[in-house]
């Protein structure tokens, strides 16, 4: 117990988040703080003036299929789904998606038509002779009759491709990044100050280096947290909260993996590669992740070498400051030779697997013993 109540005040709020009460904001409308292009599609669903053909494109799907989702709705508010066709994967063409837009709507004035993953977005592939595709999409686009609306949704997209540069011109291309930790920070206190629950920053860094950036599984996480605090009558999410909620990412359990590795706890290492063999973990993949997580840890060194601040090796490997801050002191415990080698050893073996020279299983082992020494 601190003696100074001032100095415990002080403490008390300098730990603590100021929550702001977001009640009346939503996602999209955090999100629209920063991404002008976001206030364009919301101001096209919220007028009805929808333009003829969307692509919504990134690496977060979350945001992808909710705001697919709400284009959709207000596309065919009365949920009528005899004209809206739903295709997914590399199967579909041109061709039948061409044919199904000239179908006219039946007791509508909308048709609508959302493609998924079709591929259609990768130069070479589907926009081009060596496909046998025409481009004709790209053309039709163009010139969509006024009653059809086409949806793709893609987690990558070509911007050479002929289609991005029609929709582009003649629809709206939307992209979705993976969030920044502001976003993702305003984005989980929301979700929190709803329920009346507070987080303490470092705890904050912390569940965000459990979760990853993905905002479905941050979501996923952050229910579970709210119910475990609300049956607990807890007030305030805790580190141990966190802990015995959450499902920590398979990197989480490679690291804790190397870190018994770098103080030459062999037994645990081998006891952590079992945990994760137990839950279907490829063996190939542990190895591979082992690789990364050495190479990351080289460059985290290198950068610090440098006189790089922590959030600022965060953002030139693109990787979370928590990562960064939980990485940091494994890798000042090793020379830069040592992990240069770390990773030269990793890569000689995964190639030594797919050469058959070793089984996938005794690999991770191989790993273990050589650098636990």
């Keep these: 117990m601190c003696a100074c109540p001032h100095l415990a005040a002080g403490m008390k ?14 996602l999209t409308a955090l999100l629209m703080i920063k991404y002008r292009i976001m206030k364009d599609l919301m101001n096209d669903i919220k007028t009805g003036n929808f333009r003829n053909a969307y692509l919504l494109y990134g690496a977060e799907d979350y945001l992808r299929r909710l705001m ?15 004209n809206l066709s739903s295709w997914s994967g590399s199967a579909v063409t041109e061709g039948a998606v061409i044919d199904q837009g000239e179908t006219l ?26 496909s046998g595709e025409t481009g004709a999409l790209a053309e039709y686009v163009k010139n969509l009759p006024e009653y059809l609306v086409l949806i793709f949704t893609e987690e990558s997209a070509d911007k050479r491709s002929r289609l991005f540069k029609a929709v582009q011109k003649y629809g709206r291309v939307v992209e979705f990044p993976e969030q920044t930790e502001e976003t993702l920070t305003g984005w989980i206190l929301k979700m929190l100050d709803a329920e009346h629950l507070k987080i303490r920053k470092p705890n904050m860094e912390y569940l965000l280096g459990r979760t990853g950036t993905g905002m479905t599984r941050i979501r996923l996480e952050t229910d579970k947290l709210i119910h475990f605090c609300q049956e607990e009558g807890l007030s305030e999410v805790t580190r141990e909260a966190i802990t015995e909620v959450t499902t920590g990412m398979t990197e989480d359990r490679i690291f804790d993996m190397i870190a018994a590795i770098t103080e030459h706890r062999i037994r645990t290492a081998m006891n952590l590669y079992g945990d994760l063999l137990s839950l279907k973990e490829p063996p190939m993949r542990i190895l591979m992740l082992t690789g990364r997580q050495y190479r990351q840890l080289m460059a985290i060194k290198e950068l610090d070498s440098e006189g790089l601040g922590q959030q600022q090796i965060a953002a030139a490997l693109s990787i979370h400051p928590y990562a960064v801050k939980k990485s940091l002191p494994l890798a000042k415990r090793y020379t830069s030779q040592q992990l240069r080698d770390a990773v030269v050893f990793c890569a000689d073996m995964e190639e030594d697997v797919k050469t058959g020279r070793i089984s996938e299983e005794i690999s991770v082992t191989l790993v273990i013993i050589r650098l636990a020494k």
């Design 105 to 130: 709507p039946f007791f509508s004035d909308r048709r609508v038509i959302c493609l998924d993953h079709t591929g259609f977005f990768t130069v070479g592939k589907k926009d081009g002779d060596a």
């Design 13 to 26: 709020y300098a730990l603590l988040f100021i929550i702001i009460s977001h009640r009346h904001m939503d």
């Design 68 to 82: 697919t989702k709400r284009l959709t709705d207000a596309l065919i508010p009365d949920g009528n789904s005899i």
